[in-house]
Each structure stands twice: as structure tokens, then as C-alpha cells.
């Protein structure tokens, strides 16, 4: 690979340790707002199946939970990565030094997500589970449904 990098007139330099922070300013500034934001809309998809499951006993059999389709989760990427502002994004930049100018900016405020009442739902309507793997995560293959939309 260095053969063919140097054949292109590219150059590898080592990061420094404990130097990473400087190429990776989406870290140390949007990523928890933005997952954050992800996390919020995730939630309420959730509420908004367990109020149903719960109004519906008569129909359990029928109304199965189902993670969001990829539909949905390109709808909440979007959403979510606009709400961020620019002060946020433009922070991570200057934070490492990037930014060549002198402004200041301010961080979003963090969202505050009621984990609890989820909890309680997810417990009464017997859907909690001990442990929980990479196949029941939101971004598995086993998880894409677009029959929904």
C-alpha cells in the first residue's frame, strides 16, 4: 500500500498518541447531540407501539413490534442532523484548532429523554429482555422493514 500510495504522490504521517482528537472533531462535539436527538425519536416510535399494544390486548396476536424501516430511520438521520446548529458542528472545528478565526461558539443543550417511562412500558407488556445483542440493534440487517411505508 505505501508503493501505491507513493506512486499517487500521497504521503502517510502518524498520528501522535492521545493527537486523534484533531481528525475526528464530529466526536468531541455533534455525535451525542446528534445520537441524542436519534435516541429521543427512537423513543417516542417505541412509546407509540407499547401505548398501542397496550390498547389493543384483544389483538396482541396481530400487533407485533417492529423496528423502524429504513424509511423512518433516513426521516430521523435527517431530522436530527438538522437540528443541530451551526455553532455546534463549527465548535468541533474549532475546538481542534481548525477554524482559523476567532468566534465563539456556544454547544447545544443537551436533550433530556425519559428513559423511565419507556422502562415501565416496555416491563408491563412483558418486552424486556435480559440482554440485548448486535442482532436487535437499530442498524442490524434483522431490523430492516420497509413493508411498513
Known amino acids: 500500500m505505501t508503493k501505491y ?4 504522490n500521497v504521503l502517510f504521517l502518524k498520528v501522535p498518541p492521545k493527537y486523534t482528537y484533531v481528525c475526528q ?32 390486548e384483544k389483538k396482541r396476536a396481530k400487533n407485533e413490534k417492529v ?13 436530527s442532523w438538522f437540528s443541530l446548529s451551526a455553532p455546534t458542528i463549527t465548535s ?3 475546538r481542534v484548532g481548525l477554524l482559523m478565526d476567532t468566534r465563539v461558539v456556544t454547544a447545544d443543550e ?5 428513559t423511565e417511562n419507556i422502562i415501565q412500558l416496555l416491563e ?7 440482554e440485548v445483542d448486535s442482532d436487535g440493534d437499530i442498524g442490524s440487517e ?7 411505508d
Open 124 to 130: 408491563r407488556s412483558n418486552q424486556t429482555e435480559e
Open 5 to 8: 500510495a507513493a506512486s499517487l
Open 67 to 79: 423496528g423502524p424501516s429504513r424509511i423512518y430511520m433516513t426521516q430521523w438521520i435527517t431530522s
Open 92 to 94: 468541533g472545528f474549532s
Open 142 to 148: 434483522a431490523s430492516y422493514s420497509d413493508s411498513e
Open 25 to 56: 472533531p464530529a466526536d468531541i462535539t455533534w455525535n451525542k447531540p446528534f445520537k441524542d436527538l436519534l435516541r429521543a425519536l427512537w423513543i417516542k416510535q417505541l412509546t407509540v407501539q407499547l401505548t398501542a399494544y397496550k390498547i389493543d
Open 110 to 114: 443537551a436533550i433530556e429523554v425519559d
